[in-house]
């Protein structure tokens, strides 16, 4: 009985290589792996294609994705995060695909091609760019064909089912097995995709975040990584995850096991200054059998052409979950570098609501007794908000009137609000003001006076009391100027978060 085991699964090995039909051979690359990290079956993998997309909310997304980052786990552990990644790509066209994973069975110097002609999966055989291929091997000298390297490989596998759901035409793959992490390779392959690139080609990295840390240390390793990833600064990527493994060592076996073909897409990205999104993040403890002692990160992360996110309809939008941390970081490197001197300011040029004028608030308070230390902001910038950011958090410590300076000593006891608020719209009536929503600004000849939305929650002010404590108390007008007309009312909305 054991021989025959044996046998049949040396011919499953030489299936997975080569097939003759009757005009030509052609070379399969048949699955490794379904039936484990995703199902073997037809029908099957379609429905749970559909629901994770069905379960996956729509994310606003403005431009033609051009890279995604995604997980390539088993579907029950990664399949809502690889559905919002590739969620992003339905009914897009593109000609080409390029997947670009690293080896998880071998280390090899340089970068496997594979040459099958066909990659076969449940869903049906696609296409490999084999033409493709050969014009990366003529102006890549690491570049070469192996198939042994990409036989057992799981990474690229599990993306193709994906990617057969979503895109409509027709289209070819370009399957990439990366053997090592060195940078000179890396950037050289970058070189070479941005050489040969076209509006018509996606990159999709195959890449998990951190294996086996502890459930809360996962999160947060993770989204330190993602931060990174989503500057579009491969600089910013290496270092960050050099800080990890210096101080997260002994709790992760890595931080992104496709760390090598992350570093890849993002040099590409800023070659071509493509912007980055995060899409959606999980781990591995967040199924409902998963174990929350080890676990595995998820994340995915879209990049396109920035020019095109920012329109007259969106130009104030809210700042994205990483956008805000970003911020908050941000707000604290400076505070850092006002008071020690601390060369860790953050670059956010790569961030393009961090270049629009916005006005913003930044609040400081004790976290010991949560009173207020300070609280300085603008409501018409006179800068973009990455500047308007640095210049309120140093006067939020340093010269709101109201109380002494913050010292150094009460840095690490100070927490950080930020209030970005959104363009200015004057209204006709005060029954316009919703409150706890909309701030209000109200001006009478040179007097002016501001709330933010937060204080009609905080005090539980009716609207008469709140409008007239703003003219009194912030503009020094008559407590009923916004009753009678002799004052103009603005009102705005602000997105508050803190750390």
């Known amino acids: 009985m054991l021989a025959v085991v044996i046998v049949l699964l040396f011919l499953n090995t030489e299936k997975n290589m080569t097939k003759t039909n009757n005009n030509s051979a052609e070379i399969i690359r048949y699955p490794a792996v379904a039936g484990q990290f995703y ?11 559909q629901a994770d997309l069905q379960s996956t909310k729509d994310i606003q997304f ?57 990659w076969q999966t449940p869903l049906g055989a696609i296409s490999v760019d084999q033409s493709f291929i050969d014009e990366l091997i003529n102006q890549n000298e690491e570049v070469f064909k192996n198939d042994e390297y990409h036989r057992p490989e799981h990474s690229l596998e599990v993306e193709i089912p994906w990617l057969q759901s979503l895109i409509k035409n027709n289209f070819k793959v370009v399957p990439l097995l990366l053997g090592n992490d060195e940078q000179a390779v890396l950037a050289n392959l970058a070189k070479t995709l941005s050489d040969l690139w076209d509006d018509d080609t996606l990159l999709v990295i195959s890449s998990d975040l951190s294996h086996y840390p502890p459930y809360k240390i996962a999160r947060e390793v ?33 931080f992104a096991c496709g760390h090598a073909a992350i570093a890849v897409g993002m040099m590409l990205a800023e070659d071509k200054s493509f912007f980055g999104k995060l899409l959606a993040y999980a781990n591995s403890g967040d199924v409902s059998f998963g174990d929350k002692d ?3 990160g998820y994340g995915a992360v879209v990049f396109g052409n920035g020019n095109q996110i920012f329109t007259a309809d969106n130009l104030d939008r809210d700042l994205t979950g990483t956008e805000q941390n970003l911020a908050l970081k941000f707000s604290r490197a400076v505070l850092e570098n006002y008071y020690f001197s601390k060369d860790n300011l953050l670059d956010l040029s790569a961030y393009p609501v961090f270049q629009t004028e916005r006005g913003v608030f930044v609040t400081l308070r004790d976290k010991r007794s949560h009173g207020l230390r300070g609280c300085i902001g603008n409501i018409i910038p006179t800068s973009i908000l990455a500047d308007n950011i640095k210049e309120m958090s140093i006067a939020a410590a340093t010269n709101d009137p109201r109380f ?8 690490d006891q100070i927490s950080i609000e930020v209030s970005v608020l959104s363009p200015m719209r004057l209204i ?26 937060q204080v009609a929650t905080e005090t539980g002010w009716d609207l008469e009391i709140f409008m007239s404590k703003l003219c009194t108390d912030k503009a020094g007008i008559e407590a009923t100027a916004w009753q009678t007309g002799q004052a103009e009312i603005y009102v705005f909305t602000a997105q508050v978060f803190g750390e």
């Open 294 to 296: 080890r676990v595995v």
């Open 404 to 411: 002494q300076s913050v010292t150094a000593d009460e840095l």
């Open 222 to 254: 993770d989204n330190k990584i993602l931060d990174a990833i989503v500057s579009g600064k491969v600089d910013n990527f290496y270092d960050t995850y050099a800080w990890l493994e210096e101080n997260f060592s002994n709790t992760a076996d890595t």
């Open 39 to 49: 199902p073997a079956q037809k029908s099957e993998i379609a429905e749970q294609l």
């Open 62 to 118: 403005d431009y033609k994705p051009r890279i995604l980052l995604v997980p390539h786990a088993g579907y029950i552990y990664s399949g809502q995060v690889m559905a919002a990644g590739f969620k992003t790509i339905e009914s897009i066209d593109y000609h080409r695909v390029i997947i670009l994973g690293v080896s998880h069975n071998y280390s090899f110097d340089g970068i496997a091609a594979s040459s099958a002609d066909i």
């Open 428 to 453: 006709q009536t005060p029954d316009e003001i919703e409150l706890g929503k909309h701030g209000v600004l109200i001006k009478q000849g040179f007097r002016t006076g501001v709330f933010l939305p």
